[in-house]
């Protein structure tokens, strides 16, 4: 038998719940330190940081206990961490805390995971608007010409602005009104930041929205079901893009993920 759109958006919700409160799922972000290219220290963790051309690098004792993925010993002495955006990237662990090398717009900085953080400890789930069918609408996607692909200067959650790529806009109608997107494009799929007249109010400030990728006519699907938190929404310490101009639609999207529950 196959699963109805219901059963499948309650699928998605439920896993969306897991992987947020995983030991090393958003929740238990407690820290992003920016690296400078001198050596530093970084609150509760052993050695001392900083950056270079290649990436983030950590001197430290054995004694310390900090382990690089795939090396047996523990560190001992000076060693490089690729970053995320590197094919090769490195994690690194102290007992049960990850630490996740990143590099943003050319800065580089350290993710500190806890399992114990407090956001994890309190999560009690994510509220959700009931699914309705007919928030889920075809969307046809229109790609920017190459000399008009581009990056737009938004404001990110941290109070910096950063360049956010988009290569296309999407057309669709919902509720009785028809819209454009800015979106973001690849091989797998699109995706968003959008902001409605329920945001800061009923949901979050703003949401993620994901299409399947666009066939050969550029038709795709928008199902604003599935608009979700963004990472900030669920620890302070990530940097989410603000929805750039023109995304932030005029009526309420009474669909999709709405606020992180606390006990």
């Not at 992003?32 to 530093?40: A, Q, R």
Request: net charge negative; with cysteine; aromatic share 8%.
């Amino acid at each position: 038998m196959t699963a109805t759109a219901a059963e499948e958006w309650k699928h998605w919700s439920d896993r969306r719940a897991a992987t947020v409160s995983a030991p090393h799922g958003q929740l238990a972000l407690t820290g992003t330190y920016w690296l400078e290219p001198g050596p530093t220290e970084i609150p509760g963790l052993p050695g001392v940081w900083w950056a270079d051309a290649e990436g983030v690098r950590v001197r430290a004792a054995a004694s310390d206990g900090l382990a690089v993925a795939g090396s047996a010993a523990p560190v001992d002495g000076e060693v490089l961490l690729r970053p995320d955006t590197d094919p090769a990237a490195d994690t690194a662990s102290l007992g049960e805390v990850l630490l996740v090398p990143i590099e943003r717009e050319g800065e580089l900085a350290l993710r500190v995971l806890d399992p114990e953080s407090p956001r994890r400890a309190a999560f009690a789930g994510i509220s959700a608007y009931p699914y309705a069918p007919e928030w889920a609408v075809p969307a046809v996607f229109t790609p920017f010409e190459d000399e008009q692909a581009q990056s737009v200067v938004v404001p990110n959650a941290d109070g910096k602005e950063r360049p956010l790529a988009v290569t296309g806009r999407i057309e669709f109608t919902v509720a009785g009104e028809h819209r454009t997107l800015t979106v973001s494009g690849s091989a797998t799929g699109l995706s968003g930041v959008i902001a409605d007249a329920t945001s800061g109010r009923d949901t979050y400030r703003f949401r993620f929205i994901t299409l399947p990728a666009p066939d050969a006519d550029g038709r795709t699907v928008l199902d604003l079901n599935r608009a979700y938190l963004p990472p900030c929404a669920f620890a302070d310490h990530f940097i989410c893009p603000f929805p750039p101009p023109g995304n932030r639609l005029d009526f309420a999207v009474e669909a999709g993920e709405k606020q992180v529950l606390t006990r």
